[in-house]
């Protein structure tokens, strides 16, 4: 297996990894991004600074590399996959850039679909509770307290995401477009 590196905010980075990934596998067929800042912010305290770091991972990040892949991807009738995130459709107090430009990710991987379509789909995996944030206390209040609004009353894990990744990347060929919500029914309350 080899690892490629390297910082996705970089004007030419993205055109620079399909540039790595094509020497070193002779071919694209799929992009998983996954990138992601989950920082608190105070909305008093939301400088220009956090909110363009926000935008530039969640939001920037994605659509140059797709940009940069388009080719390839559409020689393979290939797929992109965004991981979003379940706050991207319900707001979560305290994390207001996280939550718009999550949101904006939703919104870009539909236009993107349009966009690159026919050939390459694009969709989007939201996460619910899946992993928890280990040097804080969860926002919503205690971890119990969140699962049990929870349909399922209790946290997933990666492989349900990994799941829903493979799904799209892999098995969906008439799905494109769409935000699915991996959250065990956590959106409906």
């Known amino acids: 297996m080899q690892l490629l590196q390297g910082d996705l905010l970089e004007p030419d980075y993205p055109r620079q990894l399909v540039r790595q990934t094509m020497a070193a596998f002779g071919r694209l067929d799929g992009i998983v991004h996954n990138a992601s800042l989950y920082r608190p912010k105070a909305f008093a305290e939301v400088d220009l600074r956090h909110w363009q770091e926000m935008e530039g991972i969640h939001l920037h990040a994605p659509f140059f590399l797709a940009q940069a892949a388009a080719a390839e991807l559409r020689l393979r009738r290939g797929a992109i996959v965004h991981i979003t995130d ?13 939550s ?15 966009e690159l379509g026919p050939e390459i789909r694009v969709n989007s995996v939201a996460p619910g509770v899946v992993l928890w944030a280990e ?9 119990a ?3 049990d609004r929870t349909a399922l009353k209790r946290a997933g894990n990666p492989a349900d995401i990994a799941r829903a990744v493979r799904f799209l990347l892999l098995e969906a ?10 959250d065990g029914g956590r ?3």
Request: charged letters at 15%.
């Open 187 to 189: 959106m409906i309350y």
């Open 135 to 143: 040097t804080q206390q969860p926002a919503e209040g205690s971890r």
């Open 100 to 114: 718009v430009s999550k949101a904006a990710l939703v919104s870009l991987t539909r236009a993107l679909a349009k």
């Open 173 to 182: 060929d008439y799905v494109s477009g769409q935000n699915v919500v991996v």
């Open 145 to 147: 307290v969140i699962l």
């Open 86 to 98: 379940i706050y991207a459709e319900r707001p979560l107090l305290g994390y207001l850039p996280y």
